[in-house]
């Protein structure tokens, strides 16, 4: 045990990258151990998946189209790794970590569409 933790003392990108492999590994764990747990991160990522591609496609056929083509994807097929995925992705947000990407790409959405006038 003590050779594991002089392994990783003094040595911080090591420590955040165990850290991000135990959270990737404990929504799973979780949604094994608690049912009621996964039911709820399944419904958050289907009305998460819903909402996105309906603010990028509008309401319509294409929306349920590709919101039931997702959802069945990373829902149904693999609830596992979509849970790990989403929680990874929701911590580096909360850190600011990909605050530059969502803004590069809110203002391409900005430059390309038309305004009236």
């Known amino acids: 045990m003590s050779k594991i933790i002089e392994f990783f003392t003094g040595n911080l990108l090591l420590m955040i990258l165990a850290a991000f492999i135990l959270l990737a590994a404990l929504p799973p764990i979780i949604m094994i151990l608690f049912p009621m747990a996964d039911l709820i991160m399944r419904f958050i990522m289907i009305i998460l998946i819903y909402i996105n591609v309906r603010g990028y496609l509008g309401n319509g ?44 790409l809110n203002t391409v959405k900005i430059m390309t569409t038309k305004h009236p006038g």
């Open 61 to 104: 056929i294409p929306t349920l189209i590709v919101s039931a083509a997702l959802i069945y994807t990373i829902v149904i097929k693999h609830a596992y790794l979509g849970a790990s995925i989403y929680v990874i992705f929701y911590v580096l947000l909360m850190f600011q970590f990909l605050g530059v990407i969502v803004w590069g």
